[in-house]
Every structure is written in C-alpha cells, then in structure tokens.
Nanobody
C-alpha cells in the first residue's frame, strides 16, 4: 500500500501564500501522475493541478497563474505553491498519487486532506 502524508495547510489572509507538501511512502514500485484536488464546503471535489512523471503539468483555470505544482521524484514528494490566495480557495486539499505496488495493478491513492482557509 501507499501512505500519503500532507502538510502545509492553514489559515492565511487573502493575497497570502501557502505551500502544500505531500510525501508518498510504502511499497512503491513506481509513481505516475501526482496531483492535488480540493473540496470546498457544499461543493464537489475538483482537480486543482496535476503533474505527470515526465513533468507535464495541468491546472484548473482557477489555479492558472497563481498556483505552481512541482514534484521531487527522488523523494516521491509533491508540492503545491499557492500565491495570491482568495477566500474562494478555502477548501480541504487532497493529494492524489497513481502508483504501482507489488502484485497489484496501478491504483490511485488519496491523502487524508489538509485544510486551507483564506480569510478576507
């Protein structure tokens, strides 16, 4: 199995910045796409950004120009630098990883979530 440990969430004022981290560990054979999703109160979970193993990145329109996703493949760690935060960014942010573990097909794993709250 794969364990994902997220950190970096918190309370910040509008216009501020936060950096989320997600470290993947466990019996990992290979890691594919890693990403961040978020779920705001009363809303569906949505993709914020993801990064494939070859470095290709993809952003939701709401994240473009403000958020930067990056990964350290040697450490199986994912980051999300969030700048110019807005109150509407308030949500629980989840790390997701597609990974191959021994004797199992490629699967998607989710972190427990980290709360990001942006005050106006």
């Amino acid at each position: 199995q794969v364990q994902l440990v997220e950190s970096g969430g918190g309370l910040v004022q509008a216009g501020g910045s936060l950096r989320l981290s997600c470290a993947a560990s466990g019996s990992i054979v290979s890691v594919g796409t890693m990403g961040w999703h978020r779920q705001a109160p009363g809303k569906q979970r949505e993709l914020v950004a993801d990064a494939s193993s070859d470095g290709t990145t993809n952003y939701a329109d709401s994240a473009k120009g403000r958020f930067t996703i990056s990964r350290d493949n040697a450490k199986n760690t994912l980051y999300l630098q969030m700048n110019s935060l807005k109150p509407e960014d308030t949500a629980v942010f989840y790390c997701t990883v597609r990974a191959k573990v021994p004797f199992a097909p490629w699967s998607d794993f989710w972190g427990q979530g980290t709360q990001v709250t942006v005050s106006s």
